[in-house]
């Protein structure tokens, strides 16, 4: 691929992951920002999602905004991970799926439309499967920011928290009328010149209120973000771990919002223990290698004074499934097709 149409692409990643226009055109805006039309931005964004690198263009909505989900664990046989992996990537409501270095090693997180869709999702897999699943809720988050500064060896953009507030949490869940729009905007906007106007017409709404709702949502906290989500192992960000750590419930507060002023840290949150699992504080970090992550993972226990805390790293080892999450697709106006598909199927 030439230098130049690198560096184009990353121009249409990297700056747009937050505060992608809110406007009639915004693709046009985007390309009078680049001196590109809106034809060669349309382009450019369906031969990224065609490579792998761009997953979608839409929200990402801050825990609390609605819905419900949970991270699960499991510890697997090795001579069956293959076979598990596949049964619990089979279910809808499961976005990601992992195998991680540890004898708890397979790391999953299952969403739906309430705690009881989720929880079925859960006691259906353990009857396939004849295996328990620990169920891993949050119960802080202190950073939850999944955007990545792509000129970086490790992913992150930089210090402070997310745009949801000191705690990363929505302040108050969406309201039931905003369900609709919610579930188009977590599939992703079509390329086209004018998506928005596809929104409302789906939604029997006009182009200004679909506009207007999403800057609401912005302004109350309801999303983490809106805008490009790329998808990191594609863009070169190969290695990502999973830190744990075991703090003293009274002090996990302190030391978790330390952590998420760490750079480099893209993930943070508090998450209740089990009895098989005793850790309570999290992190995520990723990087184009290992020695990368692990350079940032101790800078950043350094930082958050977690250096005496036992703790635990996970290496990702395989993805078997990565994909948004679909906390409202129940509440879809109609089924939704792929949002790019058209875009990229006529492209010459």
Known sequence: MPSSQNATHLALLNHWQRGFPLCAEPFAAIGHSLGMDAEAVLSGYARLWQAGALSRIGAVFAPGAGGAS?????????????????????????????????????WFVATGHDADQVERLLQSIEHTTGLPVQRLPMLRPYRIDTAFDLERTSAGVGDGVG???????????????????AALAEQGLPLTERPYDVWADQLHSSTPAVLATIARWQDEGLLSRFGVVVRHHELGYTA????????????????????????????????????DWRYNLYCMVHGRDRAAVHTQLAQAVTQAGLATCPSAVLFSLRRFKQTGARRFAHHAPHAIPEPMQEAVDALP
């Open 70 to 106: 949970l991270l699960a664990a499991m510890a697997v046989p090795p001579e069956r991970l293959d076979d598990v992996a596949a049964t619990v990537s089979a279910h809808p409501g499961v976005n990601h799926n992992y195998e991680r270095e540890h004898t708890t090693n397979l």
């Open 163 to 181: 745009t949801t507030g000191p705690t990363g949490r929505a302040r108050t869940p969406l309201a039931p009328e905003d369900w609709p729009l």
């Open 240 to 275: 990502n771990a999973m830190a744990v750590f075991d703090v003293p419930d009274d002090h996990v507060d302190t030391h978790g919002m330390a952590l998420a002023h760490a750079h480099g840290v893209t993930l943070a949150y508090r998450r209740a223990r089990t009895p």
